[in-house]
Each structure stands twice: as C-alpha cells, then as structure tokens.
Nanobody, 115 residues
Framework: QVQLVESGGGLVQAGDSLRLSCAAS????????MGWFRQTPGKEREFVAQ???????SYTDSVKGRFTISRDNAKNTVDLQMNSLKPEDTAVYYC?????????WGQGTQVTVSS
C-alpha cells in the first residue's frame, strides 16, 4: 500500500508564490514518474508538471517559466514551486506517483489565487 500526503496549499494573491509538497510512504520502492495535476469544478483533471527518477521534467504550457517541479528520491517527496500565481491557477492540486506501473493519487490540496 502506498500513501501520498500533500501539503502547502492555501489562499494567496495574484503574483504571490506557494510551494506544494507531496510525501509518499508505504511500499514506495523505486517510484518512477512523480507529478502534479489540478482540477477545478466541472472540469477534468489536467496535467501540470512531471519529473522522472532521473530528473527530467515536463510542464503544461500555461505554467512554464512560473512553476518548478523537484523531487528528493531519498525521501520519496515531490515539490511544486509556484511563482507569479494567477487567478486561473486556482484549483485543487493532486500529487500522482507511478510505482511498478501503478498510479497512486494524493487527496488533493486547495490553491486559491485572488485577483
């Protein structure tokens, strides 16, 4: 069993920064891809950023240059540094980790950006 716990969400103003963290525990083994997704009411969950075991990263276009994903393989954690936040970044953010070709999701953390 794998558990993911996210933290770091909150209410901020446009232009502010937030750092989300996700810690994996349990039978994590060697986690492969670790990433962040987000979802707003009435919309499908969308990809935000992903990082591989080796550190290769990818981002959705709307966050490039503003968000940075990083991971600590020894601690099984993945962070998302979010700068220059915009109201359209408001969403519930979910951590996702792939372990042995199985995807695990966190419970989500709310990020609200006021204009």
């Amino acid at each position: 069993q794998v558990q993911l716990v996210e933290s770091g969400g909150g209410l901020v103003q446009a232009g502010d920064s937030l750092r989300l963290s996700c810690a994996a525990s349990g039978r994590t083994g060697s986690s492969d891809a670790m990433g962040w997704f987000r979802q707003t009411p009435g919309k499908e969950r969308e990809f935000v950023a992903q990082i591989s075991w080796s550190g290769s990263t990818s981002y959705t276009d709307s966050v490039k240059g503003r968000f940075t994903i990083s991971r600590d393989n020894a601690k099984n954690t993945v962070d998302l540094q979010m700068n220059s936040l915009k109201p359209e970044d408001t969403a519930v953010y979910y951590c996702r980790v792939r372990i042995a070709n199985i995807y695990y999701w966190g419970q989500g953390t709310q990020v609200t950006v006021s204009s």
